[in-house]
């Protein structure tokens, strides 16, 4: 334990350093609008907010739904271990997005204003319904862990009535959120590049979350892991990363079907940062996928992790690719963020992970619903045992 | 009627009293700075840009089928049936899909305000609707710019094309970008020259995400069909094994 102090400190200190920038740099939003905080301009209205805080959080938090309809549509219980740390990420996901919002909005204190005046043609009235909605039901699915905690039956009852309806709702609400952040970019046809614009972009957008749902859930059971001191869930890791490598193959797949179609390969005969940004892209996923598809690989937590991070950055660079880089030669303007904009995209990240953090320590997030648990164990260990034979 | 803008670029003598006129009519600031300034932008909402010896006029488009009224999520945005589309600032929440989506880059913001807005040229729907020409087209004094009903402009503007086919490129700009819009552009040169976007189809843009968001309650009803029929199966099965694990410990039970 002693060693690890220091490091610990470290880590706190980049964190009030973090904190104390986003700090500022929220004061520096209030006070001079979006033209003091960002480099944002009318060519370019879109920066890394909506790139990574918006279309990087909600994607990174698709493991929720995922994991929901895995083991309770699909019923495949053994992943349960793995489902309450999954829906609070998704939870947590979904808050900071809101929380990027308030920034990015012109308009923050309308940021209601979706729910009330209707425009059933825009993709963004769609996003902004499922943010609430699905927010909402985030929310009630986190709510039996703090029922739970302070041992409130009654209520706890009341919610496992209408889980089921629930998780179905909160599949359909992600499948989507997920799509409609594609189906965003569906409009600028003459905007954005070729190697990305594609009329199936929601369909990509769709199938890429729920590969990065399954890397982020291996991600954060690695961490949480260590921070906790608990057992990695190892042989469910490595079912799921075959689920993992599966989804990849069939992303990739679809990804080069669509390039073909749209004859959009003779583009990478050009020496451009749109061809460069675009092959690391596909060789963050293309990598990881080979990797996994292999048992040695699967079998080091090592590997599988650095497999895991490889997925969430080739997510990252494809939503920030469609979201910033790949339309910047469109709009006839370049664009980098500002100090400031950078601030508070990592302060936003930086309190996700503390308050997962506190949430984990003090509420039962790593052990499966009491009355389940008790007569589901020795039949667990069995199946954990069975996969880990298997790969 | 809907109403329409000729804009003539032969004829333009680059004086920009459309601009002064636009920033008068709007309460804008206008002086020999902002005269300069070559795009459009909150404090703009027209420009005479100049591109070697000829002259180009940008202003919103006024599209048949607006992209920024389709994806405004608010219903801020407006088409007329006049011809301009308006906007509502007061039910804007400042997202900026609007200038994002716009295929002419049309829409600017009032990026340095606490409370800001985002500001387009609304081919002067109040002058329009009281029977006025717009503020541009009045004070135009080569006649570069004219106001009118759309059919006779778009008809005027093929009758110029026709009548001095050595004067000017053979198209109308305007009539058929986008599903048509309500500014006609006449040039010498073609137009990607006088910096117009001219990769632009003539499918207007609202129904690229159409496509997608009308399939949302097939997508709807058949997932909750999906999902339930699934998780019946999946839990019958699970239920019918649970039950004759029961069934099978009983029989073990007696046998011994």
């Not at chain 1, 080979?290 to 997510?315: E, H, K, N, S, W």
């Not at chain 2, 010498?188 to 309650?217: D, S």
Request: contains cysteine; neutral net charge; glycine residues 6%.
């Amino acid at each position: 334990m002693t060693s690890k102090l220091p490091k610990i400190t470290v880590w706190r200190v980049i964190f009030a350093a973090i904190l104390a920038c986003g700090l500022y740099a929220t004061y520096v939003r209030v006070m001079y609008g979006l033209g003091g905080a960002t480099n944002l301009s009318d060519k370019f209205p879109w920066g890394l907010w909506i790139a990574f805080d918006v279309m990087c959080g909600v994607g990174l938090a698709a493991g929720g739904f995922t994991l929901v309809a895995m083991v309770h549509i699909f019923n495949i219980e053994k992943y349960k271990p793995i489902l309450r740390p999954a829906i609070l990420t998704a939870f947590l996901g979904y808050m900071l997005v809101v929380v990027g919002l308030l920034y990015d909005l012109g308009r923050p204190d309308r940021l209601w204003h979706p729910l009330v005046m209707w425009n059933p043609h825009s993709v963004m009235f769609e996003v902004a319904w499922c943010v609430t909605l699905y927010t909402t039901v985030l929310f009630l699915e986190f709510l039996p862990v703090v029922f739970e905690k302070f041992g409130l039956h009654k209520p706890l009852e009341w919610i496992h009535q209408i889980s089921v309806p629930l998780m179905i709702l909160g599949v359909l609400l992600s499948t989507l959120h997920q799509s409609s952040l594609g189906s965003l970019f569906l409009i600028v046809p003459e905007k954005l590049y070729p190697l990305w614009y594609s009329p199936i972009l929601p369909l990509l957008f769709f199938i890429s979350s729920i590969a990065v749902g399954l890397a982020m859930t291996i991600f954060e059971s690695w961490h949480s892991s260590r921070a906790f001191g608990r057992a990695l869930e190892l042989p469910l890791l490595m079912s799921m990363a075959r689920v993992l490598a599966v989804v990849l193959s069939v992303y990739l797949w679809i990804r080069l079907l669509d390039l073909s179609h749209r004859h959009a390969f003779e583009l990478l005969k050009q020496n451009r940062i749109e061809t460069w940004l675009f092959l690391l892209e596909i060789a963050l996923m293309a990598v990881p996928m080979v990797l996994l598809y292999q048992a040695r690989i699967r079998r080091q937590p090592g590997a599988l992790y650095a497999c895991a991070v490889m997925v969430v950055f080739g997510f990252i660079a494809n939503r920030v690719n469609v979201g910033t880089t790949g339309l910047e030669a469109g709009s006839g303007t370049h664009y980098f963020p500002k100090w400031t904009e950078v601030a508070i995209t990592l302060s936003i990240v930086a309190v996700g992970f503390a308050t997962y953090r506190m949430i984990a320590q003090y509420f039962p997030i790593f052990e499966v619903e009491e009355h389940h648990n008790a007569n589901a164990g020795p039949e667990k260990n069995e199946k954990e045992a069975d996969s880990v034979a298997v790969t | 009627m809907p109403k329409a803008i000729l804009y003539d670029s032969t004829l333009c003598i680059g004086c920009k009293a459309c601009e002064a006129a636009c920033a008068e009519r709007w309460g804008l600031p206008y002086n020999e700075q902002i005269a300069a300034e070559p795009q459009l932008s909150a404090h703009k909402l027209t420009a005479v840009d100049t591109y070697g010896e000829r002259f180009s006029r940008r202003l919103c488009m006024n599209c048949i089928q607006p992209t920024c009224a389709s994806v405004c999520p608010v219903g801020a945005l407006q088409k007329t049936s006049l011809g301009p589309v308006t906007y509502d600032a007061d039910k804007c929440m400042g997202c900026r899909y609007c200038m994002q989506a716009c295929p002419f880059q049309v829409p600017t913001y009032e990026w340095n305000s606490r409370l800001p807005r985002m500001r387009k040229c609304n081919m002067c729907y109040e002058r329009q609707s009281a029977g006025k020409l717009t503020a541009c087209a009045e004070a135009c004094p080569v006649g570069a710019t004219i106001n009118g009903d759309w059919d006779e402009l778009a008809q005027e503007a093929r009758r110029r094309i026709a009548e001095k086919p050595d004067q000017y490129y053979q198209k109308v700009y305007g009539i058929t970008e986008v599903g048509g819009t309500s500014v006609f552009y006449l040039s010498a040169v073609p137009f990607e020259q006088i910096g117009l976007r001219t990769n632009l189809g003539q499918e207007p843009m609202p129904e690229t995400t159409w496509r997608v968001l009308e399939l949302i309650p097939d997508i709807v009803s058949t997932g909750t069909v999906l999902l339930g029929g699934i998780y019946w199966i999946t839990n019958r099965r699970a239920e019918v094994a649970r039950a004759e694990g029961a069934r099978a410990e009983g029989a073990k039970k007696e046998g011994r």
